[in-house]
């Protein structure tokens, strides 16, 4: 691994396609439009400086529209495209430095890539697909077949192993294709629009399988989508094309709540925030919480608000103490301590749901939610106008 850490390390990357791409890529870095370049010189911006390093083990989202420059740029990373300039660095080796040999090594053991469309063999079988990437490493037989059985189980598709291509559908030839990527056991996997064939009920399940599988392999995953819920689904970081530039790179929920500029806002105006962001994201500490046993102490500590949370230091967590409630009690045992009756039992929150699994218990409440870790904690609160203002931006 490099010293920097960096899976892939991209730096000054620029594509341009043509006769002679290097005579205008002087007006390309003075930032000449892709439109003009194009009716000025009839070359085509693919890319323009792009830098960003991927972290090992992440799954790297690359979206943007059609022609925005995200299979250019994927296609970068295992050299089926060479850059017009800049530099491309796998565990931070220089991809360009390597020999013809080296290359060919490189692409059978570091990386594997998921088609759009399968690009399984049709003339054999499933498990002979599977195995392929191992077979051209010339694994014998029984093992290659071993563990292309293997990864086939892990995909969900035992017994299928002697079927071919065609007699199997979409989603499970796409298996299929996630079966063989991962059959050579590569850092890192290239998936080019992969789920972008399928219909949404199959893509929405291979997306869950990705998740599911990435949980114990750490694999660097690069991902390219047009699709805002997929990215914003299965991405840890998103990076934003258009016209071969980056827009934005960030996590989703800076994607949706931060747009870096129009293009970006664009794709996330509509995207149903409630169904990306997670609590912790907008939860405050705007409620004082105390864990004196005094009524006394809790009544001196209430906030204009008029209540004020209650956690025990054994037990964590326990409700919410009211003005109405606190007075009715003092009135009633002056000096005396707070017992069960003088706390409001609430519902709570935890960091990671997401805001749609909130809505309902923070629309029902006339007070903040506490939102707890997980040894029953305080750890913030929900407000509903906070819900309110980061939900409001959705229409
Ligand atoms: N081999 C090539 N020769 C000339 N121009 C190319 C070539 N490959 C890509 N381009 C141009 O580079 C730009 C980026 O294309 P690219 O295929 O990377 O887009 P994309 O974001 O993957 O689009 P899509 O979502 O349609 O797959 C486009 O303007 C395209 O016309
Ligand atoms: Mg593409």
Not at 73 to 93: A, C, M, S, W, Y
Not at 206 to 233: G, N, P, S, Y
Request: net charge negative; aromatic share 6%.
């Amino acid at each position: 691994m490099g010293k920097s850490g960096g899976k892939i390390e991209i730096s000054n990357l620029s594509k341009i396609f043509g006769k002679r791409p290097n005579t205008v890529l002087q007006q390309v870095k003075l930032g000449k439009s892709k439109q003009d370049i194009l009716s000025e010189t009839g070359h085509t911006v693919g890319l323009r400086d792009i830098n960003f390093t991927i972290n090992p083990g992440e799954i790297f989202v690359i979206m943007g529209l059609s022609g925005s420059g995200k299979s250019t740029l994927i296609r970068h990373f295992n050299r089926l495209i060479d850059p017009t300039e800049g530099q491309i660095k796998v565990d931070n080796q220089d991809i360009m430095t390597l020999s013809k040999d080296q290359l060919i090594q490189f692409r059978r053991h570091k990386m594997s890539m998921v088609f759009q469309h399968f690009g399984l063999l049709p003339h054999r079988t499933v498990v002979d697909n599977v195995a392929y990437g191992l077979q051209i490493q010339k694994i014998p037989l029984a093992e290659r077949t071993k563990q292309a059985e293997t990864w086939l189980e892990t995909v969900g598709l035992a017994g299928y192993e002697k079927q071919y291509p065609s007699q199997l559908s979409g989603g499970q030839q796409q298996r299929v294709g996630l079966a063989r990527a991962l059959c050579t056991d590569p850092d890192i996997l290239l998936m080019d629009e992969a789920f972008s064939a399928l219909d949404p009920l199959i893509r929405s399940e291979m997306q869950e399988q990705l998740l599911e599988l990435q949980k114990t392999l750490h694999k660097t995953i690069v991902f390219i989508t047009h699709d805002l819920d997929e990215a914003l689904r299965i991405g840890d970081r998103i990076a934003i094309l258009k016209d071969g530039v980056i827009s934005q790179i960030g996590t989703p929920v800076d994607i949706l709540l931060n747009p870096a500029d129009d293009y970006v806002e664009a794709f996330v105006k509509d995207v149903n925030r409630a169904r990306a962001v997670p609590v912790k994201t907008i939860m405050q500490q705007s409620v004082p919480v105390v864990s004196t046993d005094s009524l006394t102490d809790a009544f001196a500590a209430l906030p204009p608000q008029g209540y004020l949370f209650y956690e025990r230091e054994e037990t964590g967590f326990q409700g919410i103490l009211t003005r109405n409630k606190l007075e009715a009690a003092l009135k009633v045992r002056p000096d005396g301590k707070i017992i069960t009756e003088d706390i409001t039992k609430i519902p709570n929150l935890m960091p990671e749901m997401l805001l749609q699994e909130a809505i309902s218990d923070a629309l029902k409440s006339r007070y903040a939610l506490p939102v707890l870790n997980e040894d029953g904690r305080y750890i913030g609160d929900l407000s509903p106008e906070s819900l309110a203002d980061t939900l409001e931006y959705n229409n």
